[in-house]
């Protein structure tokens, strides 16, 4: 019986072995760079904001305080939300680079702002970044099958088969061998992660998380290539049928279901609503302002006995109007939140299927970057306009004068929540 | 019969029988079909939609009811892109970009709803279209049925036997490369036609299409000789496996993700709120519409006192109002295009520097072809772009005119106080349907096909350094045979 310590004797001494490991374990560090610098990248973007948002709203406030007209500074003063990337982001960067992570918005009506985009580089877009998710899914199962796919055959090849399986016993010798180079693929894929969570101050119980689904991916593609290895077959043939189920799970099957899931689940209602909102508010100007305002306040009952207005034009009015819009196409923004999910969920069942999706859809939750994640930042942010608006009615609807001082009482994003 | 013609019938034959090259070829072309199918059904629907939606915000602008010409400032215009005709074929960028833009005054916002952020985490496992059916799967196929072409005969002996009879190690070569380029007219098939059908039927540009059957047939011609001359370079057929599965994992997977992510990092981009900031910050550097004392706005209001030769705005024949407007809009879409063009400028740079890289890749110079013929690259995004901001400075500014010219400066100065003033302000909604509709212009002829120039220039360049490696393994060949 020869021992694990023989055993990875015996792997290194093999040309291509050490080579191998070595490439993955580059590539995994420089995917963990990469993932570093683009959420460094990120961070700084949202530190660079925090002054420069102070000093719009100094400059704002410098000039609606003069009139004190609480319209004005509810019109003219934007407020900056923002998504910080969570401990973990850069493993998987997810849609952190289409979707907006900072965004300002204002006590008008919501809808027309928040679905308002990043400006990115579509073309580099396209392909997605490499991650670590990335080396994971993809290069790690081709790793595995350069090691793994003549385990069994190149002995068979070099006439040793027999004797090595009466010295070692049938399984107990290709469970140590198969073990021995699904622990060194895990561990030159891992390390660097572990490195980069730690220098990023991501939690203990997350790493483990991530590590453990990485861990059973990497488990599965062992099997399969030892499956395949059983079957008798050469180490070309060995190779040739391991890269096509790579192919076949990692690029075609995904891609078949992305086609299946997205026309199976239309979602039309984006554009639609943006649409119906706007010939919502706009007519509001020509509506009676009566009928504007008692439908506002069957929401917001407690402005109805605030004063009433007599001039062609009054905020009150104004903002009722909006806040109206808003509420107009709510049923088509709940309908457009549903088939969002129902895509999203869809991808979770076929990752039950196929463990590239599955990993993924794993990898991208923990690291909160996901569509899921998307979503959860837009909620924040419609809770925050919410604020955002109670803040201003009571200065507009009481005609209250809004003063310098006042600026700084405005709600704040909260980091979290 | 040539050695060549019969060495490439043998090849043939061969692959005929064997089993996995049937379900290889068939896998592929059915995939390929199923792609084509799905991408031209696909690219039809979202153009009706986008025809539809683009009809209806064309309506309902036509149909706003009598209003201040500010208000329709304000309401706007949705202008949606039409998707080129080839996007059936290779949707490139379009589901990474927004198909619908809000034009209004003042402001310009994004292009929303793009697909990608409308998709699970799916869509970064890359789309089923015939572009990607080709670019990716279309190698690994001829790498499977071709790694052993040449290195197991030699493995066998047969080609031993070959030379004894007096054939050359170039017509080896040459008559497998012969037969796997059929395996290659095989998988690029269903790609032609689909490319006929949306040149007959979808009014495909011809020479484009020819353009994208040229690319790949180019692109798929580099991989059969790169996986002849490796079969016949390698020390064995299990060694060729490994260095042309390793080659193509370089070339379809790493390379274009490398490609971005090293593209980015060496020329970042603001986010989209810096820039608005920087833009409202310049603008109040010109000047301050806010501010009653503004110099720029004092000088600009002198100067049209002057030209129209009054003292007053009170005494001018237009609503100075209306004029203010149009100058405000002058100053503002000016900013936009600097900078637009300047973020424009950034991401052209980025995608240079990125197909620089497809000296490493052959895909990504496929890629680029394909996406520039097919108008489906990030240029006929800006050409969107470029134009929706034309069409709304045109629109905004024929607004504000009407504003001008329509409007009294004491009707719409009283507008709010003076029921009357405010009812003489709402000009007729005849104004609104004389407002052209947005007509967007594709890429000429011309256009596309010197956008696809680069791509074209780099797989030239694969192609003749695929040629020379397989001259280069013949030489080797021949003197190991003799």
Sequence with gaps: MIGLGQELRLFLRQRLAGPTLALLAVLSAISIGAGMLEIRRQTEAIARIQPLQAAEEAAVAAWVSREGDAGNAAYYTFHATWDRPSALAFAALGQRDVAPYVLRVRALALESQIHEGESYNAELALPGRFDWAFVLTFLAPLILIVLLHDLISSEREAGRLQALQAAGGRTGLWVRRAGLRLGLVFVAVAAPLALGAGMSGAKAAEVLAVLTAAGFYLAFWTLVCVGVGALGRSSVANGAVLAATWVVLTLVLPALAHMVINRANPVRQGVELTLAQREAVHAGWDKPKDATLSAFFKVHPEWRNTPPVTSGFHWKWYYAFQHLGDLSVADQVRAYRRGLESRDAWTARVGLFLPAVGVQTALHRMAGTDLAAQLAYQDRIRAFHERLRRFYYPYIFNETPFRKGDFGKAPRWAESG | ?482
């Design chain 2, 1 to 482: 019969m040539s050695p060549v013609l019969r060495i490439a019938t043998n090849e043939l034959r061969v692959l005929a029988r064997a089993r996995v090259a049937q379900l290889a070829i068939a896998l592929v072309v059915a995939l390929s079909a199923v792609a084509a199918l799905t991408a031209i059904t696909q690219g039809q629907e979202s153009q009706e939609i986008r025809s539809r939606f683009q009809a209806q915000a064309d309506r309902e602008f036509d149909g706003q009811p009598a209003r201040h010409p500010h208000r329709m400032v304000h309401y706007g215009h949705f202008v949606f892109r039409p998707l080129p005709a080839l996007a059936g074929f290779d949707p490139g960028v379009d589901a990474f970009t927004g198909s619908t833009l809000f034009l209004e005054g003042h402001r310009q916002n994004s292009a929303n709803f793009g697909d990608v952020r409308q998709s699970s985490l799916l869509v970064r496992f890359g789309q089923l279209t015939p572009a990607f059916v080709i670019q990716a799967l279309g190698p690994l196929v001829l790498i499977f049925l071709g790694f052993g072409a040449i290195a197991r005969e030699r493995d066998s002996g047969l080609l031993r036997l070959h030379f004894a009879q007096g054939v050359r190690a170039g017509q080896v070569v040459l008559g497998k490369a012969a037969a796997l380029s059929v395996v290659a007219g095989l998988i690029l098939a269903p790609a032609l036609i689909a490319l006929a059908w949306l040149t007959v039927f979808a009014g495909a540009v011809p020479a484009a299409a020819l353009m994208l059957a040229a690319g790949y047939a180019a692109y798929l011609l580099v991989w059969v000789l790169a996986t002849t001359s490796i079969s016949a370079l390698a020390p064995s057929s299990r060694t060729a496996l490994a260095s042309l599965v390793a080659a193509w994992a370089l070339s379809a997977i790493l390379a274009p993700r490398l490609a971005t992510d090293i593209a980015l990092l060496a020329a970042p981009q603001p986010t989209r709120l810096e820039t608005d900031i920087a833009i409202q910050r310049d603008l109040k550097k010109i000047g301050d519409s806010h501010n009653p004392d503004d110099p720029y706005f004092t000088a600009f209001r002198a100067s049209v006192l002057k030209t129209y030769g009054v003292a007053r705005v009170e005494d001018l024949p237009v609503n100075y109002r209306g004029l203010i407007a149009m100058e405000g809009e002058r100053l503002t879409s000016a900013l936009f295009e600097t900078y637009a063009e300047r973020q424009f400028a950034d991401q052209k740079r980025q995608s240079g520097l990125a197909l620089a890289l497809g000296g490493v890749s052959p895909t990504l110079a496929v890629r680029s072809l394909s996406m520039a013929a097919s108008g489906t690259d990030l240029e006929g995004h800006r050409r969107f772009l470029r134009q929706a901001e034309a069409y709304r400075y045109a629109i905004v500014q024929r607004l504000n005119r009407l504003q001008a010219e329509r409007l009294t400066y004491s009707d719409d100065s009283n507008r709010n106080s003076d029921p009357e003033a405010g009812r003489r302000v709402r000009i007729d909604p005849g104004a609104w349907r004389q407002t052209p509709d947005f007509v967007y212009r594709p890429a000429s002829t011309a256009e596309s096909l010197a956008a696809s120039t680069p791509g074209l220039l780099l797989l030239g360049a694969w192609l003749a350094l695929a040629g020379g490696l397989a001259w280069a393994a013949s030489r080797r060949l021949e003197r190991a045979g003799s």
